[in-house]
């Protein structure tokens, strides 16, 4: 029988409560498995990222990371300015730490760290809620971590956008294509109707490159296997401390976030 | 039976051509919406959803409404619900072609809908809820059309038709419950996040639908020979007092835990609905009508002797319906989507077209309900059974 973490932590509270352990030691153990930061994936490969805001300067570092992933996968970045909040479409874009991390700002974080931005994207999570909603598998999890979206099943319910806590997705509200700047025929363009996100860049791992982000960002965004204890992001994750977005509502991101102080606070 | 539908008086034909009038319009505005997309419509990135798929919620309430009726006629044998359950089953059955249809012009890609069958996901609720749904609708016309029919050639109901009965008082229950589901299991949105979802969804239905039952069932009384008494309607009236209050309740304990717990994201749904945050204030006046509307219905349901005269009863009605109608088919959905998961709030407000689609499926319901009700009147008309005799 296979026991994870978790299970092992059920049975063994549950055989102490049997044994008569000291209720204080069950309690540190529940207390512990319910944090829900392990790494429970236990797949050769769970690809993540780890974004290095420190590494991110400029606007234009910031910028030529979002544009890259447009410009590839077609994102239509003209949608007349009247529309543009409601009926953007965005894989990957730059917001401050506290639309970023609106739960874990405080008051006294510097000013110039409030101002920082964080590029935001699909979180790729472990238990991602969109995947357990969506009602035709339109949108799921590939064995190797990346949440997928197939655009020819998608039926626009829009279910998986009212569960993404991360505000990872966008739907096409109108034809997407006469609002592409520039169209790459490499990578489909979508229909009207469908929700769509970042796919960690599936076609050029496919092909044995990076994401498009991570190869534009000069090293601050990271990608790897969080499975492989020597792959680079986990070196990364190893010798800094990292935020991933949400953490207490056990999505288990695989996106995360190396901040450094205010002498990094651009 | 269905040819009794097809005569009928001017007073009827009237209201059959006026509704067919708004479906169309309806209609026609949805082509346009299959045209362009659901960029016609005020929703957006923030407020994925909003008046198709609220109203659609509200609506189940109205569906499951029906089963107030039911159990006391069938299981517990109240004879006074004989002439009026009918009633309930065809508001049961104009509701849920309703929500089917609300759903159906949510659908970013509709002619794709038949996936959620193809590709069943026993994990989606939305699968279950098209799957329950589904099965109500199928349930309340047969029900609805076999007694009916038994009652016409005077005889009893087909055997095969109490168990029918007996299984659609639980299925009304499920379709509520897996409706609440949609909302209740998903995490971040702290406004649906609540494990009591269920249970208000269930009171407010059982307050706003029986209150529309007893609007219509007046209505009906007024223009045709059709009477379903006045101590049944009495008797659906302590049911729409007592959920009501029930309703209330369950809103007060959600304001209590939002706010005595002080958790930001708890409290941030209730700002915005009922003070605006950041001079974001677009549903503000219609939350607080739903809440007057709420108080005055209350003050009219409560003492019995307001409830038992007729003309404040259907005013009761009417705010019961006006109140649930603005919290769950407003208030509820758009909540939970404000402020969004940046802790910015994008307003939401429906567009004309997405209006006039609205009103056209709320159109193409009452006309299925005119057409149902006429049949079942005219059927007890000409056996003269039209008379309660309570």
Known sequence: MKIDRRKFLKLASCTGIGLGLSAADIFKDTVEASSGHSAVSTAATRYAMV???????????????????????????????????????????????????????????????????????????????????????????????????????????????????????????????????????????????????????????????????????????????????????????????????????????????????????? | MLDKALKGGKKYWTLVIILAAMSGVGVLTYLQQLKYGLGITGMSRDVSWGFYISQFTFLVGVAASAVMLVIPYYLHHFKKFSK????????AVAAVTMCMLFIFVDMGQPMRIMNVFLYPTPNSILFWDATVLSGYLLLNITIGWATLHAEKRGTAPASWVKPLIYLSIPWAVSIHTVTAFLYAGLPGRHFWLTAIMAARFLASAFSGGPALLIILALIVRKNTKFDPGKEPIQAVAKIVTYAMIANVF??????????????????????????????????????????????????????????????????????????????????LVIGGFVPNHFGTVTEYWPTAKESLITLGIWSIGFLVLTILYKVAISVREELGTAKSEY
């Open chain 2, 84 to 91: 009026i359950v009918i009633l309930g089953e065809f508001l």
């Open chain 2, 250 to 331: 369950f809103i007060l304990l959600e304001i209590f835990t939002a706010f005595y717990s002080n958790i930001p994201g708890h409290m941030h749904a209730f700002e915005y609905l009922f003070a605006g945050i950041e001079g974001h204030a677009k549903l503000v006046p219609l939350m607080w009508t739903s809440v007057v509307c709420a108080v005055i219905s209350l003050f009219l349901l409560i003492p019995y002797k307001f409830r038992e005269n007729e003309t404040l009863l259907i005013i009761a009605c009417i705010t019961v319906f006006i109140s649930l109608w603005i919290d769950k088919g407003f208030g």
């Open chain 1, 51 to 266: 974004v290095d805001v420190r590494k991110l300067q400029t606007a234009e570092e910031y910028q030529r990371i979002v544009s890259a992933c447009n410009k590839i996968h077609n994102i239509p970045t003209l949608i007349p300015e009247k529309d543009d909040i409601k009926h953007e479409i965005k894989w990957i874009w730059n917001d401050t730490y506290g639309h970023a991390f609106p739960d874990q700002v405080n008051y006294y974080h510097p000013e110039a760290f409030k101002q920082k931005l964080f590029p935001l994207l699909c979180n790729h999570c472990d238990h991602p809620p969109c995947v357990r909603v969506c009602p035709t598998k339109a949108t799921f999890k590939r064995p190797d971590g990346i949440v997928q979206q197939d655009m020819h099943r998608c039926i626009g319910c829009r279910f998986c956008m009212a569960a993404c806590p991360y505000g990872s997705r966008s739907f096409n509200f109108v034809d997407p294509r006469p609002y592409i700047e520039d169209k790459n025929p490499e990578y489909p363009t979508r229909t009207m109707g469908v929700v769509e996100k970042c796919t960690f860049c599936s076609e050029r791992l496919e092909k044995g490159q990076q994401p498009a982000c991570a190869e534009a960002s000069n090293g601050a965004l990271v990608f790897g296997n969080l499975n492989d204890p020597e792959s680079e992001v986990r070196k990364i994750l190893k010798s800094n401390f990292s935020l991933q977005r949400k953490p207490e509502l056990g999505t288990m991101p695989s996106v995360f976030y190396v901040i450094g102080g205010e002498e990094y606070a651009g």
